[in-house]
């Protein structure tokens, strides 16, 4: 899609510096750990450092050669991805165990092995714990790369051993510009889809292309406008309904986060673009009965809860708290 100047990456271009000038000096890490919210870039960005350590060219990654294409397909026998085994689901000890097995053999094409695991954040005790032999003792030729939404979700002995790479969201008129150069989407549409994805171009590609991401939206902020009306015993069944299907909790938090911060901009009188501009009336109604103070609590409690949920506390508990206390009564 791109040139092979930032990788084929759209924005992030630090990080892709970072990368590709460790190589150049020879002092690339064996582990490193990309953080940032889901669809942000950093599965796009472990792949391209895995074509860049296979390619065959002498600009990689060229994007083009056996080793870029073979990554590009999924196929390339040095390249190992693990991942949780179903979406709401954990990285076990044994894809762990296997992986070490896996990343000890020497390469068979080039002079790597990579291996990128995804949502580490939700690996097991026992499967952290298992992969800090890897991680303590590398093979020369092995490149690590963990994927998760916050060092502060993993083991510090986790943490400490592999180089820190954060992602921020990009910002709305990189992803706006992008929508419609490469995606050839409507300029008014991309507009809305840059705002309404908080800085992550995955995500805006996927609503461009699929409307579910809207849908799921429109739903979501929907259950949050009948919730601020219900009873705390209509609250508490909201809670213990959410639960039941985990893994769409954190993209429903981000969405309600959204929404409480442009209510909050809105009863400030903020002059800040805001990240839900097809609803103002339903936020101008909101900021005038809660006020700002009340909104920038209810945003600190989504975070709180979100964080809470990351780092393995009762689903359930902490939904119930939040949905049942923490957001206010609107009648």
């Known amino acids: ?24 000096r020879g002092e690339l ?14 599965r796009t960005l472990a792949l391209a450092l895995a074509q860049a350590l296979f390619c065959e060219s002498d600009a990689p990654p060229c994007g083009v050669c056996r080793g870029c294409r073979l990554v590009a397909s999924g196929n390339h026998p040095d390249l190992h991805c693990v991942a949780p085994e179903t979406s709401s689901g954990w990285l076990g000890i044994d894809q762990v165990r296997d992986l070490g097995r896996q990343v ?6 080039g002079r790597y092995r990579v291996a990128i695991l995804d949502d580490f954040e939700r690996a097991t005790a026992a499967a952290a714990n298992a992969l800090l032999k890897t991680l303590e003792e590398p093979p020369g030729y092995v490149v690590l790369v963990l ?16 180089q820190v790479v954060p992602f ?6 990189q992803v706006e510009a992008a929508l419609v150069e490469w995606w050839h ?55 213990a309904e959410m639960a039941r299907t985990p893994e769409t909790v954190q993209e429903t938090l981000d969405v309600w986060c959204g929404w409480w911060r442009d209510v909050m901009i809105v009863a400030g009188g903020a002059d800040i673009p805001l990240n839900n501009p097809d609803m103002t009336e339903r936020l101008q109604w909101c900021a005038q009965a809660v ?19 990351r780092r393995n506390v009762n689903l359930r508990l902490a939904l119930e708290v939040l949905v049942a206390f923490d957001l206010p009564r609107v009648p």
């Open 1 to 24: 899609m791109m040139t092979n100047t930032n990788w084929g990456l759209i924005g992030h271009t630090w990080a892709v510096n970072l990368l590709r000038g460790a190589m150049e």
């Open 29 to 42: 890490s064996h582990a490193y750990l990309f953080t940032g919210p889901p669809n942000v870039g950093k």
């Open 104 to 109: 000890s053999l020497t390469p068979s094409l």
């Open 147 to 162: 994927l998760a939404p916050d060092a502060d979700a993993l083991l510090p002995t986790i943490v400490s051993r592999c």
């Open 168 to 173: 921020r969201g990009l910002p709305a008129a």
């Open 185 to 239: 989407v409507e300029p008014e549409r991309a507009a809305l889809l840059a705002r309404l994805c908080g800085g992550r171009l995955g995500w805006a590609v996927q609503a461009a292309l699929d409307p579910a991401p809207l849908q799921f939206r429109a739903q979501q902020l929907e259950e949050l406008e009948r919730l601020l009306g219900a009873s705390l015993v209509k609250r508490f069944s909201a809670a």
């Open 291 to 309: 006020g700002v103070e009340r909104a920038a609590a209810v945003v600190q409690a989504i975070r709180d809860a979100g964080e809470q949920i």
